[in-house]
């Protein structure tokens, strides 16, 4: 083809959001082109690219025996669920759902197809051993989709699936394919080392990852030029045997170390020799000013009998003497759950069981993996009764109706902790913290006045969608609310701090019937009290040519409703939540540059959401499809 014909065009500038060299080169030479975030069209340069590679790749696959298969994208859930992995994968999993609701994955890779293959047309033993492989295009749901190609949610693979009737049939093909895969990277032009590896969920005795030595490279390894060996640096061994001293060991004894930023100046402080040191483990004593702390090592490294290794986000109290601790954890059925630990000194940790998670009663089946537990008391401040309280982030909840709508939910139950069985008596139903569209990994904590205090993610993990992320920032925290009980119900209420930042004060008191402009702003708190309705009313937010933020109150469902579909943020569904019968709706909103957090009916329900308008909408408006009573007070924020 004639060059003056080719689809070709080149770009003297990087875009912002590429990173590495390579994802350069190809966004300016033309030979991709991004549609979303880790998903990229092949241009015809680098179609060709890329076809040269798999022709390599080919070429050497078929030399070493192996025959050429492809297998289907679109897999069954069920082979998933037979396998152990639809949810032992992860979020990584893409998941969909046909006309008829059944449950299909975009294959991530094919063992589970490669194996139903198999088993149903090998009959004999006679029929092994043989290797298939395919060149195929795959789907994993990156947290991050980063470095081009190199990170994508949509790549393609070459994988092979080799079936042998003994171990020697298998490690000889081991290194048959070893040495293909070494002549592919070196046909290639590729600096590489093949390192051991962690078999990681696909299990196995040995692995090995053929490693691209680059700057820009996101794992260490260790090798050595003058041998074959290569390892990760989890899984590198050292040569040098270790001996036991016969030396007299000394008592413990806590030292002070000012200053001994190194071990060298450790040990010169010491005056010991460098060989005699560990670790230099930096230590503070705890002070009353608030400023120094005690950091200890690690207490708890592995995970209890029937569970996975997904454990994490301890919440730590005390209580008559005694430190305890809830962490989040999943159990080896794949059910996320909440344990108990005891420590005395806060250095070594007892595990005294589950108190809570999906299929302990009284809840089924209540999703993979409990996130960010919390544990706390509050007295109900009209009974006087003191009410225990387990917050958690459940992940694997599908949504019902209004609820559980965002990716992965955070909400609370009420019940009672006993801490000899131990178990957490649960007595409500799940209750979402937030109704919005970003809010996640809640934590609370007790200050100085007593309050129990709450402040939680504005994001949900892996959503990256948002425009923000080309600018390098992501998602933030809400603002600090202080927890109350009042009759039974949880409410949430900004801290009496926040009225230190408010300034110039303007009012709106009338009755709407249509449209009104109530002002303008970007960055505020307002209060607004509706009274005296019959029909559909609310507030339209941060207004210009194509963005509006809508508060709404539908009057036959009775549901507060919030719509940020206007705007460039990715999910545009709309939130709800049922008011029931109501005379009178007030609302304390605050509103930043890229938020809103909606407080209603002083804290009974909250809306947290991440909004994304035109940069001049500031309008302010007020709607009813009848009659309504409306008062505002409004602060701008002071500078």
Request: with cysteine.
């Amino acid at each position: 083809m004639r060059l003056s014909k080719a689809f070709l065009k080149t770009y003297k500038e990087s875009p912002k959001e590429a990173e590495l060299a390579s994802h350069q080169l190809m966004l300016r030479t033309s030979m991709i082109k991004q549609l979303t975030r880790g998903v990229y069209s092949y241009l015809p340069l680098g179609y060709r690219v890329l076809r040269k590679i798999e022709n390599i790749t080919r070429e050497e696959m078929n030399r070493a025996g192996a025959q050429e298969i492809h297998m289907p994208v679109l897999q069954p859930a069920s082979l998933w669920e037979e396998s152990g992995r639809w949810f032992a994968y992860g979020p990584e999993l893409m998941r969909i759902k046909d006309r008829n609701e059944r449950e299909f994955a975009l294959g991530p890779t094919h063992e589970e197809v490669v194996t139903d293959i198999v088993r149903n047309m090998v009959s004999s033993y006679k029929d092994l051993p043989f290797n298939l492989y395919q060149i195929q295009t795959k789907f994993r749901d990156e947290i991050r989709p980063r470095f081009g190609l190199m990170r994508g949610r949509e790549f393609v693979m070459k994988d092979a699936y080799s079936f042998h009737i003994n171990q020697e049939s298998l490690d000889e093909e081991y290194q048959n394919m070893k040495s293909a895969y070494e002549r592919i990277f070196t046909r290639c032009g590729l600096n590489f080392r093949a390192v051991e590896a962690d078999s990681g969920s696909i299990g196995g005795d040995s692995s090995n990852e053929f490693m691209v030595l680059a700057e820009s490279g996101e794992d260490d390894i260790l090798y050595d030029d003058s041998s074959n060996y290569a390892a990760n640096i989890e899984k590198a061994q050292s040569i040098i045997e270790l001996k036991e001293s016969n030396e007299e060991k000394l008592p413990k004894e806590l030292v002070k170390t000012p200053h001994a930023k190194t071990i060298e100046d450790l040990a010169n402080f010491l005056n010991i020799p460098k060989e005699k040191t560990v670790k230099a483990v930096m230590l503070k004593e705890i002070t009353e000013d608030g400023e120094n702390f005690e950091r200890f090592e690690p207490s708890i490294v592995n995970q209890p009998d029937g569970y996975t290794r997904h454990i994490r986000d301890p919440k730590i109290w005390e209580k008559d003497g005694k430190y305890y601790a809830v962490i989040g954890i999943q159990s080896e059925k794949l059910e996320g759950k909440t344990v108990l630990y005891s420590s005395e000194d806060l250095k070594d940790w007892k595990f005294l069981g589950e108190i809570a998670g999906g299929n302990k009663e009284p809840l089924g089946d209540f999703g993979y993996m409990w996130e960010c537990p919390d544990y706390f008391q509050l007295k109900d401040e009209k009974t006087g009764k003191i009410m225990d309280i387990l917050a958690a982030c459940p992940q694997g909840l599908e949504p019902q109706g209004d609820l559980y709508n965002n990716k992965y939910q955070s909400g609370y139950f009420f019940g009672k902790l006993d801490y000899e069985k131990p178990d957490f008596e649960i007595t409500s139903e799940f209750t979402e913290l937030d109704r919005g569209h970003d809010f996640y990994a809640p934590q609370t904590m007790e200050d100085d006045k007593g309050r129990r205090i709450i402040v939680g993610w504005m994001g949900v993990p892996e959503e990256e969608d948002y425009p923000t992320v080309k600018n390098e920032w992501l998602h933030c925290l809400t603002l600090p609310r202080e927890l109350k009980v009042i009759d039974g119900v949880l409410y949430q209420l900004p801290i009496e701090e926040m009225k230190g930042i408010r300034g110039e004060k303007t009012e709106f008191n009338g009755t709407v019937n249509g449209e009104t402009e109530a002002g303008k702003g970007t960055v505020y708190e307002m209060i607004v009290e509706f009274s005296d309705f019959s029909d559909n009313f609310g507030l339209k937010l941060r207004t210009g040519e194509n963005s509006e933020t809508v508060i709404k109150f539908d009057y036959k469902e009775k549901k507060l409703i919030l719509d940020r579909s206007r705007g460039e943020q990715p999910d545009k569904k709309p939130r709800k939540v049922y008011l029931g019968d109501i005379e009178k709706l007030d609302l304390r909103i605050f509103v930043d540059n890229s938020s809103v957090e909606v407080f209603v009916n002083g804290g009974k329900e909250v809306f947290s959401s991440r909004i994304f308008p035109q940069k001049n909408a500031d309008g302010i408006k007020i709607f009813s499809e009848g009659n309504v009573n409306v008062k505002i007070e409004k602060w701008e924020w002071k500078d």
